[in-house]
């Protein structure tokens, strides 16, 4: 037996949305129920899915709703509409950004969660550094405010100690990326001067996908591993451009230095007829900065 009415309660015949709603945020795809996206009325999405029509709401090239937004942290924000709840990986580096887009679709819960908070052990807690004696509880006398407050201090001077030592002392972070190639040359029994040399198909970047976007920048295709976090690795971007010295350069004035280098070859024939030969190879080139 069919059903008459959603899951959010209104008869399916007046739903001017349909039940499954797919979703193009920043490029990434979504697709969920409608009743997630109205389960906070005065959210932004509550407003945009609770209007009368579809029209006016922005859609892509297929027909998709189309939301201008970080498409990699809106799977936290669509995550919270689920249950309300904030469930974020270990050491999460973007818990600005996504305060900042919890801000933009108005969920302020999702933003108090997000917000820096200290413990009441006198500790700093995972969500960061916070000195505002406003926050404090209005049962605490002052001589424990204080003494909260020198702890949070000592707290924060501690993080950004063991951060300093472990990214470097101008506060950029150390790791390794490895570049790769695989080229291809053709060359005669004379050495003749018109032989293609290095010919160079795809440059391969691999490394953790933050350091990555860091030097790289727009120049980065991540269309192969789209959905990596900032603080994975990763050995399936590649570069939009084949030039390897301009791979350096960016790798140089990000402060990386090559600390390896490997390669393999093989030859084979062109033709049985001549005595040209076709040179294949795989380099590889490991850069790190401290």
């Known amino acids: 037996m069919a ?145 909260t407050l020198g702890a949070a201090a000592a707290a924060c001077a501690r993080l950004a100690q063991e951060v300093g030592s472990r990214d470097g002392g101008d506060g950029r972070r150390s790791g390794f990326i490895t570049i790769g190639y695989r080229g291809s040359h053709t060359l005669g029994r004379d050495s003749h001067t018109d032989a293609k040399f290095r010919r160079v198909a795809r440059i391969m970047v691999c490394g953790k996908a933050l350091l990555a976007k860091e030097v790289f920048g727009d120049t980065l295709n991540e269309s192969r591993d789209p959905d990596r976090p900032p603080e994975r690795y990763t050995s399936r971007y590649y570069l939009k451009f084949t030039f390897l010295e301009q791979a350096f350069d960016k790798l140089a004035n990000a402060g990386f230095s090559m600390v390896a280098c490997n390669s393999t070859g093989t030859c084979a024939f062109a033709h049985e007829q001549t005595d040209d030969k076709i040179w294949t190879s795989y380099t590889e080139y490991v850069f790190y900065r401290e």
């Open 3 to 147: 059903l008459s009415e959603s899951s959010s309660g209104i008869p399916a015949h007046e739903l001017p949305f349909p039940e499954i709603v797919e979703l193009n945020v920043g490029g990434q795809v979504y697709i969920t129920r409608y009743s997630t996206l109205i389960s906070i009325p005065d959210s932004l999405l509550g407003e945009m899915f609770t209007r009368k029509s579809a029209e006016g709401l922005a859609h892509d090239t297929k027909g998709r709703f189309f939301v201008d937004r970080d498409g990699f942290l809106f799977r936290y924000i669509l995550d919270y509409m689920r249950d309300q709840q904030l469930v974020l990986p270990d050491h999460f580096p973007e818990r600005g950004r996504l305060k900042r887009e919890a801000e933009f679709f108005n969920l302020p819960e999702l933003v108090k969660m997000l917000a820096p908070k200290i413990s009441r052990q006198n500790s700093l807690g995972d969500e960061g550094c916070q000195s505002d004696p406003e926050e404090s509880s209005p049962t605490t006398d002052a001589s424990h405010s204080l003494a």
